[in-house]
């Protein structure tokens, strides 16, 4: 099957940027991102990007056993490919980011494909009573913060997880340079094809939602990696539908869940994933383009298979 042949949907479901006072929708314990996983699973998503949030407080947290309490769960119900953030959250350790993945073993994991501002803190302007102190205080930190993932953090997940455990990426390039980034591990024949490029825009740190750079990262991708890939497309907050509907148009992948926006419209909160994988699969399908199955993008993208991870 050709890597561009039908679409397939990734759902983000609960990630580490958004927090609980932005909305009651956002899934927190591992009950709720179990559930809310399956729906998106159930309404069309191929793959679920999955982190974990401590269930007393919300907040990001790399427990290996916090995890192990929904993988085994969305693994029985659905058959989506789990995908685990090693991108974790802000201020986490590469130790700690990476501790959940190897003892999941996933067929894949995301992988930020380099180092660079992450910023988070403009979002305060718009709450004023928070549920929890760490919220505030987790936003303006990314006002001084530097997400890491240098080429040795890199050279590191690609051994063990990828090279030991049989994972494959979703790599994660949020400016031109980090498509750059993975060239060099292509050349180096650590990374090999088929490739699952994920392009974000819209975060602060990392290249604008402006179509001409949707553009410029296809031509680039395109350059360095020839038919070798599969594109995705993820935009952050209001440009989330839209974005990625163009993106698809131009024979792209697409990402969309509660990690990136919170919104399914204009001043309409998304009431879970689901709505989300809906509303994008009934645009994609009424442009007349196909749906990947679970399984059509474990074949796209030469994933192992869920019977050979750990949960």
Partial sequence: MPLRSKVIITCAVTGSIHTPTMSPYLPLTPDEIARDAIAA????????????RDPDTGKPTPSPDVFMQFLPRIK?????????TTGGGHGMTLEERLAAPLRAKPEMCSMNMGSMNFGLYPMLDRYKDWKYEWEPQALEMTRDFIFRNTFADIEKVIKRLGEECG?????????????????HFVERGMIKPPFFIQTIFGILGGIGADHE???????IADKLFGDDYAWSILAAGRHQLPFVTV???MGGNVRVG??????????QLAQGNADQ?????????????????????????ALKGGDDVAF
Wanted: aromatic share 4%; glycine share 6%; hydrophobic share 45%.
């Fill in 41 to 52: 699973a159930e309404a069309g998503a191929s793959i679920l990007h999955l982190h974990a």
């Fill in 76 to 84: 029985q119900a659905t058959n989506a490919v789990v995908n685990i």
């Fill in 167 to 183: 994972t494959r990426f979703e790599h994660e390039c949020y400016d031109v340079g980090h498509l750059y980034n993975l060239a």
């Fill in 213 to 219: 750079n949707l553009l410029h990262m296809k031509r």
């Fill in 247 to 249: 993106g698809a148009t």
């Fill in 258 to 267: 509660l990690e990136d926006s919170l919104w399914l419209g204009r001043g």
């Fill in 277 to 301: 994988v809906s509303r994008i699969r009934t645009i994609l399908e009424n442009l007349s383009l196909e749906i990947a199955t679970p399984d059509e993008a474990r074949s796209l993208l």
